[in-house]
Nanobody, 124 residues
């Protein structure tokens, strides 16, 4: 059974940091790309970052470049999203998802497995 377990969300003040974790099981981690998405109330789900578990290539949305860092620990089948210098506009439910190709991508439709979301709230 494929599972993606996202964790690490919480409430933080603007300028603070959080690290999200996405623990994956039930599939061959190295053959996938793992993405982080977020969805704020009334807004569409957007791609935040993505990493290929095979070659480590990464993608960042312009809104998070220089502040967020995605990384992968293949031995633990876990992907992390380190979020620094958080802003109130980063407030959203964050989801991790897996794409069954080790090629980074951004459209949510390219990802076939989804974890439950974790809430990130940044206060001003």
């Amino acid at each position: 059974e494929v599972q993606l377990q996202a964790s690490g969300g919480g409430l933080v003040q603007a300028g603070g940091s959080l690290r999200l974790s996405c623990a994956a099981s039930g599939f061959t981690f190295d053959d996938y790309a793992i993405g982080w998405f977020r969805q704020a109330p009334g807004k569409e789900r957007e791609g935040v970052s993505c990493i290929s578990s095979s070659d480590g290539s990464t993608y960042y949305a312009d809104s998070v470049k220089g502040r967020f860092t995605i990384s992968s620990d293949n031995a633990k089948n876990t992907v992390y999203l380190q979020m620094n210098s958080l802003k109130p506009e980063d407030t959203a439910v964050y989801f991790c998802a897996a794409r069954n190709q080790p090629i980074i991508s951004t459209p949510p439709a390219d990802f076939i497995y989804w974890g439950q979301g974790t809430q990130v709230t940044v206060s001003s």
